[in-house]
C-alpha cells in the first residue's frame, strides 16, 4: 500500500513527519536513484530509499517508552549550546528513539519516547484531546478567584491558552504544591501563566499524558509499554 514518502520517514523512525518534510525540500532524499522533491511522492517501501546517502532503518515495530526525565537536560537530540540532552543520557540497550513533545531545561517527569517519527506527531496534537498532568510547587501569595479563573483560559503577552484546572494540594507558608491538568502544553505555558498571577515556578512534574502515568519511576529511569497496553490505550487515533 503506498504512502507518502514524509510518513514513511518518519515511520523508519529517523525524525518527525514534519522534519522529514523539510529534510526532502532540501534536497536530501531519493528513490531509485532519483531525487525527491515533494514530500507528497508516495512509495510503497520496496523502492530504493536513501537519506543523504544512505539507507533508511527498516520500519520495525511501534515501540512506546516512558522515562523520568530529570531537570537540567534539553530535550533535543543535538544543543546548540552544548548542554547536555535527554538523549546523552538514555539507559544502555535503548534503540534510537525520538521524544513526544518536550519538556523544558527545568522541568522533571513523564516524557514519552518512540521509535515511530509519525506516532509522535499524532501523539502531540491537541485535537487527541488527552490531558497532561503535572505537579508544581509555586512561591507566592495564592489567590483562588485567580486559580479557578484558569479554567476559561487566558491571554499573557498575546499568546492565549486553554482551559487550565488547578487544585491547590498542600501549603505551606509562602510555598504551595499544586496539581496542574491542561491540554494543550505550548512553551512553558505553566511557568508563563503562573507569572502573569503572581506565582513564580520552582519546580514542575510532568505526572502524567494521556492514559500513561509516571508511577513509581525513579529520575532517569525508562519503563516500555507491553504491545497490549500500547494498542488498547491508542486504539483508533494511531491502528497499530
Known amino acids: 500500500m503506498a504512502e507518502r514518502i514524509a510518513k514513511f ?10 522534519k522529514a518534510e523539510e529534510l ?6 531519493s528513490v531509485n536513484g532519483e531525487t525527491v522533491e515533494s514530500p ?4 510503497t517501501g520496496t523502492e530504493k530509499i536513501l537519506l ?3 539507507r533508511l532503518p527498516q520500519v520495525e515495530q511501534t515501540r512506546l517508552w516512558i522515562y523520568y526525565k530529570p531537570e537540567g537536560l534539553v530535550t533535543s537530540h543535538k544543543d546548540e549550546k552544548d548542554r547536555p540532552t535527554v538523549f546523552e543520557h538514555l539507559p544502555e540497550g535503548m534503540p534510537r528513539v525520538i521524544s513526544v ?7 522533571e517527569g513523564l516524557l514519552l519516547l518512540t521509535n515511530n517519527g509519525e506516532l509522535s506527531r499524532r501523539l502531540e496534537l491537541p485535537s487527541n484531546g488527552w490531558a497532561r498532568r503535572y505537579k508544581v510547587r509555586v512561591h507566592g501569595p495564592l489567590d483562588d478567584k485567580k486559580l479557578n479563573s484558569l479554567q476559561n ?3 499573557v503577552d498575546g499568546v492565549k491558552y486553554g482551559s487550565i484546572k488547578v487544585e491547590v494540594e498542600t501549603v505551606k507558608g509562602t510555598n504551595a504544591w499544586l496539581l496542574v491538568t491542561l491540554s494543550e502544553g ?6 508563563r501563566v503562573m507569572k502573569a ?8 512534574i510532568r505526572l502524567s499524558y494521556g492514559p500513561f502515568q509516571l508511577g513509581s519511576l525513579r529520575k532517569g529511569e525508562v519503563r516500555e509499554i507491553p504491545q497490549k497496553v500500547l494498542k488498547e490505550q491508542l486504539g483508533a487515533k494511531f491502528p497499530l
Open 9 to 18: 520517514i518518519a515511520r523508519s523512525g529517523v525524525c518527525s513527519r514534519r
Open 52 to 54: 543523504d546517502g544512505e
Open 101 to 107: 513533545g518536550r519538556l523544558d531545561l527545568n522541568s
Open 197 to 204: 498571577i503572581g506565582l513564580e515556578v520552582n519546580r514542575l
Open 40 to 43: 507528497a511522492f508516495n512509495v
Open 24 to 29: 526532502i525540500l532540501q534536497k536530501r532524499v
Open 153 to 155: 483560559g487566558i491571554e
Open 186 to 191: 505550548k512553551n512553558r505555558e505553566i511557568r
